[in-house]
């Protein structure tokens, strides 16, 4: 048996251990917008990429890098690619995380019957296990490629909490929201209408403290459905709220519009010892970006 | 048919704070069942599907000038809301404490008292049952009503403890859980992922949980608990096992048994964890008939078992042809 098990060691594209369950499933937990989700896995010698997609307008990603990862053995040949139910996912890993607990869980794939196998190794005289059946993933729209809109970006960089707060607000009005970026005087405008209409504005100079960060030498305008905006925060784990993380957001080619979220993986014990600036290891971020769609009859309105 | 009674300090902590809140979770209804020698709190005795729940305390546990007569052998049993019952002891207590503060010290005993009457409620012609809880002040008494079933007949009760007596078979090998914490926080994510739980316990000491659905299949194995009742060593090569392998090949021998029972079941067995067990066993009746759960409870300050105080559930098992 046990030479089997080194052989089934052996020939598993990826064999990973990490020591953060709860940061994981934090990290996923915000690209999580509805109840059935499909995602795919992507595994490569560079670390993990999740991916979920909505209606051919929305695609979110989580990068966990193999940083986070106290092993990763990788391999595959090829990048191997397989569908997971998101929820039943997020669901089985939170099961590993016993607060108060350190835990360390080894992740394998693929297991005989191409599954994704999980179980816990901290313990000897108690183990968690698990096996996810995965799926062929389906062929996903890969037109998401983010292109620049020009030459030089469109960019701002806001507090992850105010975003969050300015999008919940827009869902009074409802239906779509208008982000209009303006060099002079460099601002954001978030502009809902729908029964009524709603306007936030992020004015640059008298908002450091929000607004981070502002590039933007023409101004520009897109509409987004409300639902995708709303997803890009809507699950946002506590940490990064309350870390005081900027988000960014990029408008690309064709009023693509990048969100990104940086969801801290670091260990409970290790929270303790990050210096009074709040600064962590980059390697113990995980990185979630959302890819959303500008309606088509709103362009630079 | 009379009862009446004094709830004691200790009555009053064990209730108040660890049963009562954890028996509600089980069921909002359930059994009171008062005899010469104890006080007994039963859930789904006499209906065959639920989980079932008995809370058993001597009389000298919770209560001092224990009156209690009838004429079925001074029995009486009748079922109450556990919700309502808990709210009555919780302000008969603020009440007792601000009068215990009032008159320079004291306690709750011999303040609290509790009784059945009959009465005329407002806006009936019929006389209905209560358990009452009276308060005594220096000037002033606070009287609460309890509405409790109409006291079973001499055949419901002598069913209620033909069910209690059967109730008390136990399992040929039990295993010992310390960890309460752990398992709860564990089956209580687990809960998400499936309805229906697979548990094999081992004369080897392990207790195996694993809920299993098209999808995906989420376990957690326990090894090397300690065992009471029938044990067996376990073989050599079991060792470098999957827990899976490990259970079946155990089954398969005659070391384990396993069954099934529904995940809501157990994760509300585990709500008895806010009793404060100090420890539990788990174990399999014979001919797989239903998972039984003893809590453990220990004398304040020592490792000896609190004979005054006995918890467990049985966990109906579900018929695998069914699901």
């Given at each position: 048996m046990s030479s089997s098990a080194m052989e089934a060691e052996e020939t598993a594209d990826l064999l990973c251990q990490l020591d953060n369950v709860q940061g994981i499933v934090d990290a996923l937990s915000a690209v999580r917008w509805k109840r059935h989700q499909d995602a795919v896995i992507e595994v490569s010698e560079h670390g993990i990429v999740l991916i979920v997609e909505d209606s051919g307008c929305l695609q979110a990603k989580v990068y966990l890098q193999r940083e986070l990862f106290i092993r990763y053995d990788y391999s595959a040949r090829g990048r191997p690619r397989f569908g997971v139910g998101l929820g039943l996912f997020v669901d089985c890993l939170s099961t590993f995380s016993v607060p108060g607990h350190s835990n360390i869980i080894e992740i394998r794939y693929p297991g005989p019957d191409m599954q994704l196998l999980l179980k816990s190794i901290d313990s000897l005289n108690a183990c968690i296990y698990a096996e996810i059946r995965t799926r062929i993933p389906e062929t996903i729209s890969w037109d998401y490629d983010f292109e620049p809109a020009g030459s030089s970006p469109l960019s701002f960089t806001v507090r992850s909490a105010a975003l969050k707060e300015a999008i919940d607000?827009?869902?009074?009005?409802?239906s779509g929201v208008q982000i209009t970026l303006q060099p002079a005087p460099p601002s954001v405008m978030f502009k809902g209408e729908g029964h009524g209409d709603l306007q936030i504005e992020f004015m640059y100079y008298a908002n450091t403290d929000l607004l981070v960060a502002f590039h933007c030498d023409h101004a520009v305008s897109h509409r987004y459905k409300y639902k995708f905006l709303r997803a890009t925060t809507s699950n946002l784990p506590s940490n990064v709220t309350k870390d005081n993380?900027?988000?960014?957001?990029?408008?690309?080619?064709?009023?693509?519009?990048?969100?990104?979220?940086?969801?801290?993986?670091?260990?409970s014990s290790a929270t303790h010892q990050h210096n009074a600036s709040g600064y962590q290891q980059p390697s113990r971020?995980?990185?979630?970006e959302f890819f959303v769609k500008p309606e088509v009859d709103g362009d630079d309105a | 048919?009379?009862?009446?009674?004094?709830?004691t300090d200790n009555g009053v902590a064990l209730l108040e704070k660890r049963f009562l809140p954890a028996l509600d979770k089980i069921d909002k209804t359930c059994h009171l069942y008062l005899t010469r020698d104890h006080a007994v709190f039963l859930h789904n005795l006499?209906?065959?599907?639920?989980?079932?729940?008995?809370?058993?305390?001597?009389?000298?546990?919770?209560?001092?000038g224990y009156r209690i007569s009838s004429q079925n052998d001074d029995r009486i049993a009748f079922a109450i809301d556990l919700s309502l019952l808990h709210r009555a002891i919780r302000s008969s207590v603020g009440i007792c404490n601000e009068l215990a503060t009032a008159a320079d010290g004291g306690s709750a005993s011999e303040r609290l008292q509790i009784k059945l009457v009959k009465k005329l409620p407002a806006n009936s012609t019929q006389p209905m049952p209560f358990l009452t809880f009276?308060?005594?002040?220096?000037?002033?008494?606070?009287?609460?009503?309890?509405?409790?079933?109409?006291?079973?007949?001499?055949?419901q009760v002598s069913e209620l403890q033909a069910a209690l007596d059967s109730a008390q078979a136990l399992p040929k090998t039990l295993v010992q859980v310390h960890d309460l914490n752990q398992l709860q926080s564990f089956v209580d994510r687990m809960r998400h992922v499936g309805d229906v739980l697979n548990v094999s316990i081992s004369k080897h000491g392990d207790l195996h949980l694993q809920i299993s659905t098209t999808l995906i299949t989420l376990g957690a194995e326990f090894?090397?608990?300690?065992?009471?009742?029938?044990?067996?060593?376990?073989?050599?090569?079991?060792?470098?096992l999957s827990a899976q392998a490990r259970s079946e090949r155990a089954v398969a021998r005659g070391d384990a048994e396993a069954v099934q029972v529904s995940v809501k079941h157990f994760a509300k067995s585990l709500q008895c964890h806010m009793t404060r067990p100090d420890c539990a066993f788990y174990g399999i009746e014979e001919h797989s008939a239903c998972l039984t759960v003893i809590f453990q409870f220990f004398i304040l300050g020592t490792r000896q078992t609190d004979k005054s105080i006995s918890l467990h559930c049985r966990l109906p098992v579900l018929d695998p042809g069914t699901n």
């Open positions: 607000d827009l869902e009074w009005p409802g993380r900027g988000s960014k957001l990029t408008i690309g080619r064709g009023g693509m519009l990048k969100v990104q979220h940086l969801v801290s993986v670091a260990r971020i995980a990185y979630v | 048919m009379k009862f009446k009674a004094f709830l006499l209906n065959g599907d639920g989980l079932q729940s008995v809370a058993q305390f001597r009389i000298e546990a919770l209560f001092d009276e308060t005594k002040g220096y000037k002033s008494a606070v009287i609460q009503d309890v509405p409790i079933s109409k006291p079973m007949s001499r055949a090894r090397n608990l300690p065992v009471l009742g029938e044990r067996a060593e376990a073989p050599a090569e079991d060792r470098g």
